[in-house]
Protein backbone atom coordinates (compact mmCIF):
# COMPACT_ATOMS: atom_id res chain seq x y z
CA UNK A 1 0.00 0.00 0.00
CA UNK A 2 1.32 3.66 -0.68
CA UNK A 3 0.99 6.75 1.43
CA UNK A 4 1.07 9.82 -0.56
CA UNK A 5 2.42 12.84 1.72
CA UNK A 6 1.48 16.33 0.16
CA UNK A 7 3.20 19.33 1.69
CA UNK A 8 3.15 22.86 0.52
CA UNK A 9 -0.82 23.96 1.66
CA UNK A 10 -1.50 27.21 3.59
CA UNK A 11 -2.97 30.34 3.74
CA UNK A 12 -2.73 33.25 0.60
CA UNK A 13 -4.07 36.16 -0.18
CA UNK A 14 -5.99 36.52 -3.45
CA UNK A 15 -3.75 36.54 -6.14
CA UNK A 16 -1.02 34.92 -4.88
CA UNK A 17 0.99 31.92 -5.18
CA UNK A 18 1.44 27.74 -4.06
CA UNK A 19 3.22 25.27 -4.55
CA UNK A 20 2.50 21.61 -3.59
CA UNK A 21 4.28 18.94 -3.53
CA UNK A 22 3.47 15.05 -2.94
CA UNK A 23 5.92 12.09 -2.06
CA UNK A 24 6.35 9.08 -0.73
CA UNK A 25 8.49 5.92 -0.34
CA UNK A 26 8.73 4.00 -3.14
CA UNK A 27 6.28 6.30 -5.50
CA UNK A 28 7.29 6.61 -8.80
CA UNK A 29 5.67 9.11 -10.86
CA UNK A 30 7.48 7.21 -14.18
CA UNK A 31 5.07 4.15 -13.43
CA UNK A 32 1.60 5.30 -13.62
CA UNK A 33 -0.47 8.42 -14.63
CA UNK A 34 -1.10 10.69 -11.11
CA UNK A 35 -2.96 13.55 -10.23
CA UNK A 36 -4.02 16.43 -8.17
CA UNK A 37 -7.71 16.49 -6.71
CA UNK A 38 -9.69 18.76 -4.30
CA UNK A 39 -12.33 19.15 -1.96
CA UNK A 40 -14.33 22.05 -0.63
CA UNK A 41 -16.33 22.07 2.22
CA UNK A 42 -19.85 20.54 1.58
CA UNK A 43 -18.32 19.87 -1.93
CA UNK A 44 -17.43 16.01 -3.94
CA UNK A 45 -14.34 15.47 -4.43
CA UNK A 46 -13.13 17.10 -8.09
CA UNK A 47 -10.12 16.13 -10.69
CA UNK A 48 -7.84 19.52 -10.57
CA UNK A 49 -4.65 18.70 -13.11
CA UNK A 50 -3.68 15.15 -13.87
CA UNK A 51 -0.31 13.69 -15.73
CA UNK A 52 0.75 10.58 -17.43
CA UNK A 53 3.47 8.66 -16.66
CA UNK A 54 5.56 9.94 -19.45
CA UNK A 55 4.77 13.75 -18.41
CA UNK A 56 4.10 14.72 -21.79
CA UNK A 57 0.07 14.51 -21.30
CA UNK A 58 -1.67 16.58 -19.22
CA UNK A 59 -5.27 17.63 -18.28
CA UNK A 60 -6.83 20.31 -16.21
CA UNK A 61 -10.21 21.58 -15.02
CA UNK A 62 -11.72 24.10 -16.65
CA UNK A 63 -11.83 26.14 -13.79
CA UNK A 64 -7.99 26.23 -13.08
CA UNK A 65 -6.62 26.22 -16.75
CA UNK A 66 -4.23 28.81 -17.25
CA UNK A 67 -4.23 29.11 -13.51
CA UNK A 68 -2.31 25.82 -12.40
CA UNK A 69 0.29 23.72 -13.54
CA UNK A 70 1.03 19.80 -12.63
CA UNK A 71 4.69 18.83 -13.25
CA UNK A 72 6.64 15.83 -11.85
CA UNK A 73 10.38 15.17 -11.36
CA UNK A 74 11.75 11.99 -12.15
CA UNK A 75 14.37 12.12 -10.20
CA UNK A 76 13.09 13.17 -7.03
CA UNK A 77 10.17 11.34 -7.76
CA UNK A 78 7.74 14.07 -6.87
CA UNK A 79 4.46 14.93 -8.15
CA UNK A 80 3.94 18.88 -7.86
CA UNK A 81 1.01 21.44 -8.84
CA UNK A 82 1.67 24.91 -8.94
CA UNK A 83 -1.14 27.17 -7.92
CA UNK A 84 -1.03 30.84 -9.15
CA UNK A 85 -3.90 33.99 -9.51
CA UNK A 86 -5.53 31.86 -6.62
CA UNK A 87 -9.22 32.84 -6.27
CA UNK A 88 -11.13 32.29 -2.91
CA UNK A 89 -13.12 29.74 -4.93
CA UNK A 90 -9.80 27.82 -4.73
CA UNK A 91 -10.37 26.95 -1.48
CA UNK A 92 -10.01 23.40 -0.33
CA UNK A 93 -8.21 20.58 0.62
CA UNK A 94 -5.80 19.23 -1.68
CA UNK A 95 -5.21 15.71 -2.47
CA UNK A 96 -2.76 13.37 -4.55
CA UNK A 97 -3.38 10.35 -5.70
CA UNK A 98 -1.47 7.25 -7.90
CA UNK A 99 -2.80 4.25 -9.98
CA UNK A 100 -1.91 1.51 -8.74
CA UNK A 101 -0.97 -0.55 -12.33
CA UNK A 102 -0.66 1.23 -15.13
CA UNK A 103 -3.50 1.53 -17.60
CA UNK A 104 -1.39 1.94 -21.09
CA UNK A 105 -3.45 2.35 -24.41
CA UNK A 106 -5.86 4.36 -22.44
CA UNK A 107 -6.82 8.37 -22.39
CA UNK A 108 -5.28 10.00 -19.52
CA UNK A 109 -8.43 10.99 -17.19
CA UNK A 110 -8.62 13.09 -14.40
CA UNK A 111 -11.97 11.02 -12.65
CA UNK A 112 -11.33 9.89 -8.98
CA UNK A 113 -12.09 6.56 -9.91
CA UNK A 114 -9.09 5.83 -12.39
CA UNK A 115 -6.80 6.43 -8.87
CA UNK A 116 -6.05 3.75 -6.10
CA UNK A 117 -3.47 5.43 -3.83
CA UNK A 118 -4.08 8.68 -2.46
CA UNK A 119 -2.57 11.13 0.43
CA UNK A 120 -4.29 12.43 3.17
CA UNK A 121 -4.43 16.16 2.09
CA UNK A 122 -3.56 19.74 2.63
CA UNK A 123 -5.00 22.30 3.43
CA UNK A 124 -5.22 25.84 0.88
CA UNK A 125 -7.13 28.66 1.84
CA UNK A 126 -7.65 31.77 -0.29
CA UNK A 127 -8.32 34.53 1.95
CA UNK A 128 -7.88 38.54 2.69
Known amino acids: QLQLVESGGGLVQPGGSLRLSCTAP????????SGWFRQAPGKEREGVAC????????TYADSVKGRFTISSDNARNTLYLHLNSLKPEDTAVYYC?????????????????????WGQGTQVTVSS
Open 97 to 117: ATQRVPRPGSALGCSIYEYDY
Open 51 to 58: ISKTGEDT
Open 26 to 33: GFMVSYAN
